[in-house]
Each structure stands twice: as C-alpha cells, then as structure tokens.
C-alpha cells in the first residue's frame, strides 16, 4: 500500500499538469494506470487507459476529482463479468461483476448505442454517478452524461444504475447471458448497496465500446478544453 501522501499527490497531479497517462504520480512511484491495471489484469489495457483518459481531461475542465471509478467494457459479452469499480486513492479493485445493457443494442453481444429516448439502448463514453435514491427498481443511482452528442441525454432517458433478478449467475447459467433493460447499467441485486454507495456523489462510470464515430469525435478521448457536457436535468422513468 502507498504511504498516504504518495497516493493524494496522484489525485493533486491529475487536476495540477498536462501530463501523458503513463506519467501519473511520481518518478519513484507507478502510475495510476499501472496500479488500476496490476489490480485487474483481465481488464483490456486500451479500455483502462481511455477511460483515465477521459477522466483526465473531465478533470482538466473543471470537473471534481473523483475518489473512484468505475468501468463498463461493452465489448464483452453480458455473460461475462464486465463492470470493474475501483478506488482512486490506491488504484485497488473493490468490485468486479455482471451488468445488463440495453435491450435493443443486442441479445448476448452489445452493439449498438444511442443518445435518444425511448431507443431502449445503452449509451458509452463518460458519465457521473449523482444522487441516490429509492425506485420502482429499489436502491438506485441517477447519472449523467458527461458527453455532449453521446450520452448527454442520460437524465432525461432516466438511465440509471438499478438492481435487476434478470442479471446474476444463475441467469447467465440458464440462458447464456444476463437480461437485458431498457438502457440502464443494471447490476446484480446482491451488489446495489454496494455499486451505488461507492459511485454515488460526484465519482464515475465510463461505458466502452469501440465505436468508431464515438472514438473519433469524443471530445473526452480527444481533449482540448471546455470539454465537458452540461448534465440534463429532466427526470424520466428508469428502464
């Protein structure tokens, strides 16, 4: 474990320079990027350094530094465990589990994304983890979108982390993969205590999938300043 004064300067350094992902930190300590990946090895290195990425250049726009992230890699299958959180000050794993995504954006593969209600598909890039609150899903968490054209509508759309019996092991056992929401990350009902209070108040989600137009026009992945959307205030029926 790092001394304590190690690990806040590697918050301070991402808000304090411009600096190259694999430079977090100091020259006599590892990165972020090397902590978060030495902590969760099956998580493919290109989908961690974008979403640091995209966490540095929120930052860098005014953004709060977040004490935790969590990651959605879209590109797996939904019988795959595929959503990592992790805790920023160490770069240590806290959970890694199932999560759902929209019904229209594919059965047992996640392919296709949008920014518009009633679409019934999950949407990627960078969103923050708001408030908490109680539903007809339970215990659940609002987000929003942090990119303008991709997910800046996820309020509005009431895309929200929720718990779900449709996504767990013996649902993946019987049918080959979790079901699927109306658009909403939706986790196991035996981890939503512990998703929602660890993402709620400020911290953030990033949901990947390689999608050209999304990689190429994100101003998140390719930062230059006044890059963070405005979040959408609208509430909505979570799905």
């Known amino acids: 474990m790092l001394a304590g004064n190690v690990v806040r300067s590697f918050l301070l350094a991402i808000v304090g320079s411009l600096f190259p992902v694999a430079s977090f930190g100091t020259s006599h300590a590892p990165s972020l990027l090397e902590l978060l990946s030495d902590s969760a090895p099956d998580l493919n290195p290109i989908v961690l350094r974008r979403a ?36 920023l000050a160490d ?9 759902a995504h929209g019904k229209n954006s594919g059965l047992f593969d996640s392919t296709s994304f949008s920014n518009v209600e009633g679409s019934h598909q999950s949407s990627i890039g960078l969103f923050l983890g708001s408030e908490s609150y109680y539903g007809k899903h339970g215990y659940s968490l609002r987000l ?27 649902w993946v056992g019987q049918y080959g993969r979790v079901g699927r929401s109306h658009g909403c990350p ?7 205590q512990q ?21 190429a026009e994100s101003s998140l992945l390719n930062c230059s300043g006044n890059e963070v959307a405005e979040a959408t205030v609208e509430d909505g029926n979570s799905g």
């Open 195 to 215: 998703v929602v209070d660890n993402l709620k108040g400020g911290q953030l989600v990033f949901k990947y999938y390689p999608d050209e137009q999304w990689m």
């Open 144 to 170: 929003d979108g942090l990119e303008q054209g991709f997910n800046h509508r996820a309020r509005e759309r009431a895309i929200v982390i929720h718990g779900a019996d449709y996504v767990s092991d013996a």
């Open 91 to 99: 770069g240590r794993l806290l959970l890694r589990d199932l999560v």
């Open 52 to 87: 640091v990425t995209a966490t540095q250049c929120a930052i860098r726009n005014g953004l709060a530094v977040p004490e935790r992230l969590a990651v959605i890699d879209f590109s797996r299958p939904s019988s795959e465990e595929r959503l990592w959180i992790f805790d």
């Open 186 to 192: 939706a986790v196991d009902r035996q981890v939503i």
